[in-house]
């Protein structure tokens, strides 16, 4: 009796239909807007990301050139060998990663101050170079050899250099590319370097920002509409009975459900996987923060334990110094001024290491306090350079800081002289058991 007198008051199941499927076309409609806003946002992050990540890249490989053309330099000063001089001057005058990625980070206005920054670790490297060249020079002239890169023809060596022996050629050559002089540069690089990541991951942090605020606006309207189509659908099933709208149903309990969308489907499904494979990036590179925190003493920042076992037996042994490092007396320095003196010890101790040490060498922190230096492409006629920095530890650490001054006692092993890795760290640990027995405040070569 009331669907008779709606009836006749104008209701009508038919209209309702009739309204039902107006209402469907306009939200697909919308729905059909909003996904274009939504792949369109997508898109527009991809773009933004995919740009910072390059520029990320280009800043990194500045330094990567630098670090090899050290490397290659250091390695020909200390052998003479002019397969090194060679790798220098291909990635100099052929690669060019440093130019390349000065050229690609000034095409965009955005990165105005991380171009700056990196065009100042440019002019660091470049002044680096100059070093390198007359170092390099040295060796040719103690060599004696009569082909070598045009660009070092023109360098000449001062009256003093160019009067030395052969021997002292290649002793200052190595001399010069270890010098505090030339770590400076190599500190004034990184520094930069380190700034221009920065500036580009403060930029990419705010673009995203932005960019998931927007999307997370317009996923919101898209779940709206969604929801407001599934209320339609199960108000059509419960009016015109079996109309076929069952698969909608089960899309709609998916979505809820928060089950993956097959690619299949609608536009916005392919575009969410998109997004879930940027995340997967982001959870990617967490894990390699954790990997970080994982092979790191968290007081220090040396390597840990877990880091030495995995560095050990990978670095090349016949090129290398162990040095095994005990602080001296560290119980009784923590029982008269507490373990927050000690932390301050062992964290200074470190930095004094890091200090005198090449980038390239590995710093690890044992346990309690015991510490070594893994120091690689070091020939083993390098002793007297080994020495020097020794003897500049021993007396930086003697000065009170935030804590008295102490000492430590060392144990020097080069993997030339030990047929494994084993029987390397064994003579470094016979090595330091004899300063320690000779009274500590020391070091001892292994024989």
């Not at 807007?33 to 773009?47: D, G, M, N, P, V």
């Not at 698969?247 to 690619?263: F, N, Q, S, T, Y």
Request: net charge negative; charged share 30%.
């Amino acid at each position: 009796m009331k669907i008779r007198q709606k009836q006749h008051n104008g209701f009508s199941l038919r209209i309702f239909n009739l309204w039902m499927v107006v209402a469907a076309i306009v939200m697909t409609a919308i729905m059909g807007y909003s996904t274009y806003r939504l792949s369109s946002s997508f898109l527009r992050l991809k773009e933004a990301t995919d740009k910072h990540i390059a520029m990320e890249d280009a800043a990194t490989s500045l330094m990567d050139a630098s670090d090899y053309l050290t490397e290659r330099a250091q390695r020909f000063a200390g052998t003479g060998n002019m397969a090194f001089l060679e790798e220098y001057f291909t990635e100099a005058e052929e690669s060019t990663r440093r130019e390349k990625a000065l050229d690609q980070m000034n095409d965009d206005p955005l990165y105005d101050t991380a171009y700056q920054y990196l065009e100042t670790a440019m002019e660091a490297s470049l002044e680096l170079m100059n070093l390198e060249y007359y170092g390099m020079k040295l060796v040719i002239e103690a060599k004696g050899y009569q082909y070598y890169p045009e660009a070092l023809k023109d360098v000449g060596l001062s009256e003093e250099d160019a009067a030395l022996s052969p021997d002292e050629k290649m002793y200052h050559a190595a001399q010069l590319l270890l010098s505090n002089d030339y770590y400076k540069l190599k500190d004034v690089i990184r520094s930069n370097m380190k700034r221009s990541l920065k500036e580009i991951k403060n930029l990419t942090r705010k673009e995203e920002e932005a960019s998931l605020k927007l999307l997370q606006l317009e996923l919101n309207i898209v779940r709206l509409i969604i929801l407001l189509q599934t209320i339609g659908f199960l108000a059509v099933v419960w009016m015109t009975s079996r109309l076929g709208i069952h698969p909608v149903l089960e899309a709609a309990d998916r979505i809820k459900e928060d089950d993956p969308l097959p690619e299949i489907g609608a536009s916005e499904f392919r575009y969410l996987a998109q997004a879930y494979n940027k995340m997967y990036d982001v959870y990617k590179r967490s894990l390699e923060s954790l990997n970080f925190k994982a092979s790191h003493d968290e007081l220090t920042g040396a390597y840990n334990r877990a880091g030495y076992d995995l560095l050990l037996p990978v670095i090349d042994r016949a090129s290398a110094y162990l040095l095994l490092f005990d602080i001296d007396n560290f119980k009784d320095i923590n029982d008269q001024y507490g373990h927050q003196i000690g932390d301050k010890i062992l964290a200074r101790f470190v930095y004094v290491l890091k200090k005198n040490f090449r980038a390239d060498d590995y710093i690890c922190r044992l346990g309690g306090d015991e510490f070594c230096v893994l120091m690689i492409h070091a020939e083993e006629k390098w002793k007297d350079l080994l020495i020097d920095k020794l003897e500049k530890i021993r007396a930086e650490l003697s000065i009170p800081k935030e804590h008295p001054g102490f000492t430590v006692s060392c144990g020097i092993a080069h993997g030339s002289k030990a047929k494994d890795t084993a029987s390397l760290v064994r003579m470094a640990d016979e090595a330091l058991y004899r300063t320690k027995k000779n009274g500590r405040d020391g070091y001892t070569f292994a024989d």
